[in-house]
């Protein structure tokens, strides 16, 4: 029988780590602060804003929500940006995606100061994680990274195989697997004969954005299994992989929900700990 990967518990204890050491900057005068900016009115980018607020209100760490109306322009919203990027009591700064259609995406995000770009989707953050020297890893890839560590499931020499190569979970998930030492495949949509290459996965991450997608004769037995997927079907929560049918085959797997879905906003709180740490200029883990 797998191993259940408990998000909710591992998030738990980075959240831990974050709220100690968020009270200890504040212990030397130092505080953390994240803003939120949240354009129109779309219902599930409001959970997960209500959602990051709430985590950063338990941790200690300042949130401030922007919440702007669905016609702001470009012009509106990049000069807000332009001021939270020079706020210094603003460590923090992401803007909840989709935007509006008028809105330019790549624009708003590459507005962001690099240095406050807490989801790390500045041009400047994506290659600085390309060539392995980072601050800032996109939060759903960085927690997975931290469920394997947990669980102390070695990447080095493993066949690791991503299906997905969103900029937002696919690559950058591949690129942190790389770095570990991991032997990679990146699948997608034209990927041809993608079972033959999931079967050869000692780590299958699966980020599609199809319900029970992954089923149990793409997985190879002993396989750990990693479901990124979030998809509503009738109001019920899925992930990407089909749980019943793989967990007997896999040595460890994350449920849906309770697995990735708590990593990501435990590790949003990590990269504004990690900002504010870097803008007070203290390195790595000393405080
Ligand atoms: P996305 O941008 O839609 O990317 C989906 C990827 O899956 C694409 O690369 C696509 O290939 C690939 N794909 C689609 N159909 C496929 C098929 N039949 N065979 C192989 N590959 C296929 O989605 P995303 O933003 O990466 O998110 C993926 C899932 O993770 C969604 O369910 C999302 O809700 C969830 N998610 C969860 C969290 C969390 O915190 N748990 C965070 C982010 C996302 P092409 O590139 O060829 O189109």
């Given at each position: 029988m797998s191993k259940l990967i408990d998000g909710k518990q591992i998030s738990a204890s980075v959240k831990e780590r974050v709220r100690q050491e968020v009270s200890a900057l504040r212990a030397r005068g130092v505080s953390v602060g994240l803003a939120v900016i949240i354009v129109g009115e779309d219902p599930a980018s409001k959970i997960y804003v209500a959602n990051k607020k709430k985590a950063c209100?338990?941790?200690?760490?300042?949130?401030?929500?922007?919440?702007?109306?669905?016609?702001?322009?470009?012009?509106e919203l990049l000069s807000l940006i332009d001021r939270l990027n020079r706020d210094s009591g603003v460590n923090g700064i992401l803007c909840q995606l989709p935007l509006p259609r008028h809105l330019n995406e790549k624009n708003i995000?590459?507005?962001?100061?690099?240095?406050?770009?807490?989801?790390?989707?500045?041009?400047?953050?994506?290659?600085?994680?390309?060539?392995?020297?980072?601050?800032?890893?996109?939060?759903?890839?960085?927690?997975?990274?931290?469920?394997?560590?947990?669980?102390?499931?070695?990447?080095?020499?493993?066949?690791?195989?991503?299906?997905?190569?969103?900029?937002?979970?696919?690559?950058?998930?591949?690129?942190?697997?790389?770095?570990?030492?991991?032997?990679?495949?990146?699948?997608?949509?034209?990927?041809?004969?993608?079972?033959?290459?999931?079967?050869?996965?000692?780590?299958?991450?699966?980020?599609?954005?199809?319900?029970?997608?992954?089923?149990?004769?793409?997985?190879?037995?002993?396989?750990?299994?990693?479901?990124?997927?979030?998809?509503?079907?009738?109001?019920?929560?899925?992930?990407?992989?089909?749980?019943?049918?793989?967990?007997?085959?896999?040595?460890?797997?994350?449920p849906v929900p309770g697995g990735v879905g708590p990593m990501t906003i435990a590790m949003l709180m990590q990269n504004t700990l990690t900002a504010a740490k870097r803008q007070a200029g203290i390195s790595g883990d000393s405080l």
């Open positions: 209100e338990a941790l200690g760490i300042l949130s401030t929500e922007y919440a702007l109306p669905a016609e702001t322009t470009e012009e995000l590459r507005a962001i100061a690099p240095e406050k770009d807490v989801d790390a989707f500045h041009p400047q953050n994506v290659g600085r994680i390309m060539i392995g020297d980072y601050d800032f890893v996109p939060c759903t890839p960085a927690g997975i990274m931290e469920m394997l560590a947990h669980e102390q499931i070695e990447v080095t020499g493993k066949r690791c195989v991503v299906i997905g190569r969103s900029n937002i979970v696919g690559k950058p998930m591949a690129m942190l697997l790389l770095h570990h030492n991991g032997t990679v495949t990146i699948c997608h949509s034209k990927t041809e004969n993608l079972r033959e290459i999931t079967k050869t996965a000692d780590i299958l991450v699966a980020a599609v954005g199809r319900a029970k997608f992954v089923t149990a004769d793409m997985v190879k037995e002993g396989a750990v299994v990693i479901d990124v997927g979030m998809n509503r079907v009738d109001g019920k929560l899925f992930g990407d992989v089909d749980f019943d049918a793989v967990a007997p085959k896999a040595s460890a797997i994350t």
